[in-house]
C-alpha cells in the first residue's frame, strides 16, 4: 500500500516543486486546502463508515496525492506553455527590433 502512495506523491511533489520554480508559490496553497479537508472527509468516511480502518486511511492519501498531481500536472503544463508562447513572443519582438 506504501508503494501506491509512493508514486503519486513523488510525481506530485516534482510537480509542485516545478510550479514553484516557474514563480507561481500561490498555487500550492490552493491545491493543499482542499486537499486538507478531503482527506479528512474520506478518510472519516473510509476508516469509521467502511469500516476500512488503517487501509481507509491509506486509500484517502492515495486518492488526494493522485488527484492533486492530475491537477498539478495540468496547470505546469498548461502554464509552461504560456511561459514558452510569452519567451517566443518576446524573442521576436527583440529580434524586429533589431531589424529595423
Known amino acids: 500500500m506504501i508503494i501506491l502512495i509512493s ?22 496553497l490552493f491545491t493543499q486546502l482542499p486537499g486538507t479537508l478531503s482527506v479528512i472527509l474520506l478518510a472519516y468516511i473510509f476508516m469509521f463508515v467502511c469500516k476500512l480502518e488503517l487501509p481507509g486511511l491509506f486509500l484517502a492519501i492515495f486518492i488526494d496525492e493522485l ?32 531589424s529595423s
Open 7 to 28: 508514486f503519486p506523491k513523488a510525481v506530485n511533489v516534482v510537480i509542485t516543486n516545478s510550479i514553484k520554480g516557474t514563480g507561481n508559490t500561490r498555487w500550492s
Open 67 to 98: 488527484w492533486r498531481a492530475v491537477v498539478n500536472y495540468a496547470k505546469f503544463f498548461l502554464s509552461s506553455k504560456e511561459l514558452s508562447l510569452k519567451l517566443l513572443i518576446k524573442k521576436i519582438r527583440v529580434l524586429f527590433s533589431y
